[in-house]
């Protein structure tokens, strides 16, 4: 009954307090179930099992002749099946209203009271990779900026219990001085209003060494985001500096030398991938589980490139979510775990953070967006830092926020909507005037088996 520790907190009870209610003389008395409208059914090694994306827990169906479906909706099975997927939200009493629990999950999920903020220290960056979207306008973030930027978070701190922070550029590590200095002084005030605070940063890598690498812990820096465009031949094409030479080798040092800390942290190794990475990708995954696949602090994420913002100035050859899945099965079948994409296929785990009201950008010079995609695009800049205060537009903020399963009838009927409530990019959303559906969810059923043990 432990599994109970979901997002819906009480609105689901343990099922041993719902109905499985011992009559006179130890016999249970079979009830009337529903079957919920958030079920996805899948087999993996011959086993049939249904995954709920309302409750975020699945149960093994050895056959699923053995559901006997009577008459409307209402279906009953045997004592011990019951029971089972009862508690993984699969069958539900009849009388239980899913839009409620649904509509309870998001509000949940929005006063989870965790502040999020994605900080840029400085927009420049060390590296040219070919299908960056960013302009590099804006140098680091000056002194006022980092002033105003710790006045706003002490006065507005005592309304959450947590802050997050993830780290951003541009190449953050040009600035690690910065962050080093903002961070003792958030930690200063994490401590002054009693919550929780811990980090990430997203980094190509190049800078990371051992030194920095401890200085980061010390910021409370656990997660990290380091992309390896494949082998050195392809990564090297298209992650190159700013003198237009390749960029493996030192990352790849760098990542080994992480790996000799005892600490704790996280690591996923994003490798983006066209058509040109897929050449040499067998060897690269290959590498991958030599040299990491004994460290679960390193996880390895495939994504697609895709051009998020219509302005992908390369001949890039780009290819669909699709094309993944054989990497992904070969990988799965040398031993590599897909364990941590649990976490995104959770209740609420495709939500971008640009829909979360509690989640903004800051910019290195003080402005204020929801997106790290679109700098330039002003229906993304929605405030800036003022004399310690955020000055926002509301409207325009509301813009990235409300919009998906509150408005389209598409996302209040899908059986996908408690994971990403048609709120996966509210950018393509705002753009084109609809709410795109995430890559994942035409393709969970081959997810849910990667992620099977
Ligand atoms: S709004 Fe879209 S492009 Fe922007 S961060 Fe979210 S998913 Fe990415
Ligand atoms: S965006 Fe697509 S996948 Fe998400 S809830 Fe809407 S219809 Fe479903």
């Given at each position: 009954m432990k599994k109970y520790n979901?997002?819906?907190?009480?609105?689901?009870?343990?099922?041993?307090?719902?109905?499985?209610?011992?009559l006179a003389g130890g016999i249970y008395k079979l009830k009337k179930y529903k079957y919920s409208k958030y079920n996805y059914k899948y087999t993996s090694n011959n086993h049939t099992y249904i995954y709920n994306t309302l409750s975020g827990m699945n149960a093994e169906v050895n056959s699923i002749s053995n559901i006997k479906l009577p008459e409307k909706n209402n279906i009953i099975f045997s004592e011990g099946l019951n029971e089972q997927l009862h508690s993984a939200g699969i069958l539900l009493d009849s009388n239980v209203n899913e839009e409620l629990l649904l509509t309870q999950l998001f509000y949940n999920y929005e006063n989870n009271g965790e502040l999020f903020l994605i900080i840029l220290p400085t927009e420049q960056c060390n590296l040219r990779c070919i299908y960056c979207y960013e302009d590099f306008k804006n140098g680091i973030m000056s002194t006022s900026v980092q002033e105003n930027l710790l006045i706003f978070l002490d006065s507005i701190l005592p309304h959450y219990k947590r802050l997050y922070i993830s780290w951003f550029g541009g190449e953050p590590l040009l600035a690690v001085n910065i962050i080093e200095k903002l961070s003792a002084e958030i930690i200063k005030l994490s401590v002054k209003h009693q919550i929780d605070f811990h980090a990430g940063i997203t980094t190509n890598g190049t800078l990371l060494s051992s030194e920095i690498f401890e200085r980061l812990l010390n910021c409370r820096i656990y997660d990290y985001q380091i992309t390896l465009d494949g082998a050195k031949e392809t990564h090297d094409k298209q992650r190159i500096n700013v003198n237009h030479k390749g960029t493996f080798d030192v990352i790849y040092r760098n990542l080994l030398d992480m790996?000799?800390?005892?600490?704790?942290?996280?690591?996923?190794?994003?490798?983006?991938?066209?058509?040109?990475?897929?050449?040499?990708?067998?060897?690269?995954i290959d590498n991958i589980k030599n040299d990491f696949g004994d460290d679960k602090?390193?996880?390895?994420?495939?994504?697609a490139i895709a051009d998020l913002t219509g302005t992908l100035h390369t001949t890039i050859d780009l290819c669909d979510t699709y094309c993944l899945f054989?990497?992904?099965?070969?990988?799965?079948?040398?031993?590599?775990?897909?364990?941590?994409?649990?976490?995104?296929?959770?209740?609420?785990?495709?939500?971008?953070?640009?829909?979360?009201?509690?989640?903004?950008?800051?910019?290195?010079d003080g402005k204020i967006y929801k997106c790290t995609v679109a700098f330039n695009n002003p229906v993304?800049?929605?405030?800036?830092?003022?004399?310690?205060?955020?000055?926002?537009?509301?409207?325009?903020?509301?813009?990235?926020?409300?919009?998906?399963?509150?408005t389209s009838i598409k996302c209040t009927t899908c059986k996908f909507s408690p994971i990403c409530f048609g709120k996966f990019c509210p950018l393509e959303k705002i753009i084109n005037k609809k709410e795109p559906c995430p890559p994942f969810y035409k393709y969970i059923n081959t997810y849910l088996q990667l992620m099977h043990k």
């Amino acid at each position: 009954m432990k599994k109970y520790n979901n997002v819906l907190g009480k609105l689901y009870k343990p099922a041993s307090l719902i109905y499985r209610k011992k009559l006179a003389g130890g016999i249970y008395k079979l009830k009337k179930y529903k079957y919920s409208k958030y079920n996805y059914k899948y087999t993996s090694n011959n086993h049939t099992y249904i995954y709920n994306t309302l409750s975020g827990m699945n149960a093994e169906v050895n056959s699923i002749s053995n559901i006997k479906l009577p008459e409307k909706n209402n279906i009953i099975f045997s004592e011990g099946l019951n029971e089972q997927l009862h508690s993984a939200g699969i069958l539900l009493d009849s009388n239980v209203n899913e839009e409620l629990l649904l509509t309870q999950l998001f509000y949940n999920y929005e006063n989870n009271g965790e502040l999020f903020l994605i900080i840029l220290p400085t927009e420049q960056c060390n590296l040219r990779c070919i299908y960056c979207y960013e302009d590099f306008k804006n140098g680091i973030m000056s002194t006022s900026v980092q002033e105003n930027l710790l006045i706003f978070l002490d006065s507005i701190l005592p309304h959450y219990k947590r802050l997050y922070i993830s780290w951003f550029g541009g190449e953050p590590l040009l600035a690690v001085n910065i962050i080093e200095k903002l961070s003792a002084e958030i930690i200063k005030l994490s401590v002054k209003h009693q919550i929780d605070f811990h980090a990430g940063i997203t980094t190509n890598g190049t800078l990371l060494s051992s030194e920095i690498f401890e200085r980061l812990l010390n910021c409370r820096i656990y997660d990290y985001q380091i992309t390896l465009d494949g082998a050195k031949e392809t990564h090297d094409k298209q992650r190159i500096n700013v003198n237009h030479k390749g960029t493996f080798d030192v990352i790849y040092r760098n990542l080994l030398d992480m790996k000799k800390s005892d600490k704790q942290f996280g690591v996923i190794l994003r490798t983006n991938i066209s058509k040109e990475t897929t050449t040499s990708l067998y060897n690269y995954i290959d590498n991958i589980k030599n040299d990491f696949g004994d460290d679960k602090r390193f996880m390895l994420h495939f994504v697609a490139i895709a051009d998020l913002t219509g302005t992908l100035h390369t001949t890039i050859d780009l290819c669909d979510t699709y094309c993944l899945f054989q990497y992904y099965k070969y990988a799965k079948s040398i031993g590599i775990s897909f364990d941590f994409y649990k976490s995104m296929f959770k209740p609420t785990g495709m939500i971008c953070y640009a829909a979360n009201p509690n989640a903004m950008v800051i910019g290195s010079d003080g402005k204020i967006y929801k997106c790290t995609v679109a700098f330039n695009n002003p229906v993304n800049t929605i405030g800036e830092l003022k004399n310690g205060k955020a000055l926002i537009d509301y409207e325009k903020k509301l813009l990235w926020e409300q919009n998906g399963f509150e408005t389209s009838i598409k996302c209040t009927t899908c059986k996908f909507s408690p994971i990403c409530f048609g709120k996966f990019c509210p950018l393509e959303k705002i753009i084109n005037k609809k709410e795109p559906c995430p890559p994942f969810y035409k393709y969970i059923n081959t997810y849910l088996q990667l992620m099977h043990k």
